[in-house]
């Protein structure tokens, strides 16, 4: 399985823009996917996560301008970004809870990261 993000790039303050990810492989079903970002010097925090039946739940301080969404059929997740400010620059990754038959006999659950993408907000 693999997560492939895209959309990062430079905006100024109070400017938007759309992150997304797709995921691919031999895919059964996909639990929760979510976005999460790492600033310089920080830990990987999270910024928003959606359920399969569409339950979404964002940090704090994203809360009002960012908005998560997935698209089941193609196995994707969208991130819209509005109101961006400097304190959102980030590298910002997706995540995946994906489950996959083994062998055609038995189903297991993992984790997957895509590879990240850069949002720089300028000031």
């Known amino acids: 399985v693999q997560l492939q993000a895209s959309g990062g790039g430079l905006v100024q303050a109070g400017g938007s823009l759309r992150l997304s990810c797709q995921a691919s492989?031999?895919?059964?079903?996909?639990?929760?996917m979510g976005w999460y970002r790492q600033a310089p010097g920080n830990q990987r925090e999270l910024v928003a996560t959606?359920?399969?039946?569409?339950?979404?739940n964002y940090a704090d301080s994203v809360k009002g301008r960012f908005t998560i969404s997935r698209d089941n059929a193609k196995n994707a997740v969208y991130l819209q970004m509005s109101n961006l400010k400097p304190g959102d620059t980030a590298v910002y990754y997706c995540?995946?809870?994906?489950?996959?038959?083994?062998?055609?006999?038995?189903?297991?659950?993992?984790?997957?990261w895509g590879q990240g993408t850069q949002v720089t907000v300028s000031s």
């Open positions: 995540n995946a809870e994906v489950t996959t038959v083994v062998g055609g006999t038995y189903y297991r659950t993992d984790e997957y």
């Open positions: 492989g031999r895919i059964s079903r996909i639990n929760a």
């Open positions: 959606i359920t399969n039946g569409g339950i979404t």
